[in-house]
């Protein structure tokens, strides 16, 4: 294989510096010793934090495995990996199954065995012979020497300076990395690293460029996920993907199945549909429905702002009159202005029905929402208290207690978020949860561990004085192992009933 036509990933530095190379995409890399610290594991699930530069000597070793098998040129293998979703085995099977070119068109790759069929070195003797040859750049129109103009294999050719702009507007604007097709209409034939690293000139765009593809490595790959932790480019690698949590090096807990915060005891598709309830509008449709009612001919929405139940449609087209109440015209009425005697009817009864319905509905909503929300809210105070106890536990030191003796303190603090994340996600589970003997189990443990954490939150605000100093320090540790204690047995009892099927959910 001609090493001319690889794509070279080994010089690659994320710091932004560009390798010297113009005709090779270099991602450098840099061989770093796994910390022990990096590499994690909480019952009995093993995960890995991983840097940028690991990452791409993953991407790298993908290709090479691939490369030993298929041997075609690392760009290629790039792209035809990509297509398949970094799936090795499932690109070597397409390979081999007796029809590769057909792999190619499908992929929008161009063949890389198709470049023999070039007579390159009868066209240079063609080009000595009639002197310089000129073509015309079918972007900008202008007629320009053929040493200026550049090409893929499917023959179509523009001037470098138009297919600088081209990628540079695809890569910096779209954000697009892997997936850059030709600059010609309607052809699809994806343009490889080393095209795009020869044409680009400007270092930021060739960077981003290479972040592009290594975003897309991660991505694609299901045993890998970015920590969704602002300003962290940390990689996270598992061995197989659970609803487990995961810890960044930056701290950062989520669960790396879903990519969310982590939220024991509920199970990622609950959450996803609770996430997905709150931010639609769902709930304002709720609201509308049971506030309001249509007119029963136009169907248009109108809201009851006066004690009288005569309603008028201030549709300028409809001005249909009926009856709050029933729905029904208002001429059988007759004088009844303030009460009707339709109530008993079929069509009456399921207007009323449907009314409560969705005001039942709206209200056991908000009665979940807001307890999930104050617990939301009391979390992100909580978290304020690490700086009040630092200041408590330098406090304490001066007097004459060791730094060992005060650590009691961030420990009391560090459970108590976590209980406040454990009820708040307790909410999205409970609203979902049918209720059976078992749920009224569960509801019994939320109730214990809330009373226990809001004990605990009340303890930490108090003012620690020499006088009270031993005997708050006993109440805290008292109060944040038995909240510890509750918030395992929540969770078992919640795990247990998943194993054993016995929550039912509804809609």
Same mark, same amino acid.
């Given at each position: 294989m001609d090493s001319d036509e690889e794509i070279m990933y080994d010089d690659y530095d994320d710091s932004g510096n560009e390798s010297s190379g113009d005709d090779d995409v270099e991602f450098a890399m840099v061989e770093e010793p796994n910390n022990p610290k990096d590499r994690q594991e909480l019952d009995e699930y093993p995960y890995e934090v991983l840097t940028t530069e690991q990452i791409l000597q993953h991407m790298n070793e993908c290709m090479k495995e691939v490369n030993i098998v298929v041997e075609m040129p690392s760009t290629v293998i790039r792209m035809l990996l990509n297509h398949f979703r970094w799936d090795k085995e499932k690109l070597m099977e397409r390979y081999y199954d007796g029809d590769p070119e057909k792999l190619f068109t499908e992929a929008h790759v161009a063949s890389p065995?198709?470049?023999?069929?070039?007579?390159?070195?009868?066209?240079?003797?063609?080009?000595?012979?009639?002197?310089?040859?000129?073509?015309?750049?079918?972007?900008?129109?202008?007629?320009?020497?053929?040493?200026?103009?550049?090409?893929?294999?499917?023959?179509?050719?523009? $001037?470098?300076?138009?297919?600088?702009?081209?990628?540079?507007?695809?890569?910096?604007?779209?954000?697009?990395?892997?997936?850059?097709?030709?600059?010609?209409?309607?052809?699809?034939?994806?343009?490889?690293?080393?095209?795009?690293?020869?044409?680009?000139p400007d270092a930021k765009v060739r960077l981003k460029y290479q972040h592009l593809i290594t975003n897309s490595f991660v991505e694609c790959n299901r045993l890998l996920r970015w920590c969704p932790s602002p300003d962290c480019s940390s990689v996270l690698r598992v061995q197989h993907v659970e609803s487990r949590p995961v810890t960044c090096r930056c701290g950062h807990t989520f669960c790396f199945a879903c990519g969310n915060n982590w939220h024991e005891p509920v199970r990622c598709t609950l959450l996803r549909k609770w996430i997905k309830k709150c931010d639609d509008d769902s709930e304002t449709s709720n609201w509308i429905a049971a506030n309001t009612k249509e007119c029963p001919k136009c169907k248009a929405t109108i809201e009851k702002d006066g004690g009288c139940n005569h309603m008028v449609c201030k549709n300028?087209?409809?001005?249909?009159?009926?009856?709050?109440?029933?729905?029904?015209?208002?001429?059988?009425?007759?004088?009844?202005?303030?009460? $009707?005697?339709?109530?008993?009817?079929?069509?009456?009864?399921?207007?009323?029905?449907?009314?409560?319905?969705?005001?039942?509905?709206?209200?056991?909503?908000?009665?979940?929402?807001?307890?999930?929300?104050?617990?939301?809210?009391?979390?992100?105070?909580?978290?304020?208290?690490?700086?009040?106890?630092?200041?408590?536990?330098?406090?304490?030191?001066?007097?004459?207690?060791?730094?060992?003796?005060?650590?009691?303190?961030?420990?009391?603090?560090?459970?108590? $978020?976590?209980?406040?994340?454990t009820l708040m996600y307790t909410y999205v589970f409970a609203y979902y949860l049918k209720k059976n003997n078992q749920s009224v189990i569960f509801e019994d443990n939320q109730r214990d561990l809330e009373t226990a954490t809001e004990k605990l939150s009340e303890y930490l605000e108090r003012d620690i004085t020499q006088e009270n100093l031993v005997d708050i320090k006993q109440k805290v540790q008292d109060k944040y192992r038995y909240c510890d204690s509750r918030r395992r047995v929540l969770a078992e009892h919640v795990y247990e009933g998943y194993d054993k099927e016995w929550w039912e959910y509804n809609d």
């Open positions: 065995f198709a470049k023999a069929a070039v007579p390159a070195k009868v066209a240079k003797k063609d080009q000595r012979r009639a002197g310089p040859s000129v073509e015309e750049c079918e972007i900008c129109l202008s007629t320009l020497p053929s040493s200026v103009m550049s090409g893929l294999e499917c023959g179509h050719r523009f $001037c470098v300076s138009c297919w600088a702009e081209y990628l540079t507007t695809k890569i910096m604007s779209e954000g697009i990395g892997q997936t850059i097709s030709c600059a010609a209409h309607n052809c699809e034939i994806l343009i490889d690293d080393a095209t795009v690293m020869k044409l680009v300028s087209h409809c001005k249909t009159e009926f009856c709050w109440v029933c729905l029904g015209p208002w001429e059988p009425h007759g004088t009844s202005w303030y009460n $009707c005697n339709r109530y008993d009817e079929d069509e009456a009864r399921a207007a009323r029905d449907a009314q409560e319905r969705s005001r039942a509905a709206l209200q056991r909503y908000l009665f979940y929402c807001n307890r999930y929300m104050n617990h939301m809210q009391s979390l992100r105070l909580e978290h304020k208290h690490y700086a009040t106890v630092k200041e408590k536990m330098e406090e304490m030191q001066q007097h004459n207690m060791s730094w060992i003796e005060v650590q009691f303190l961030k420990k009391a603090v560090d459970i108590l $978020c976590q209980c406040r994340q």
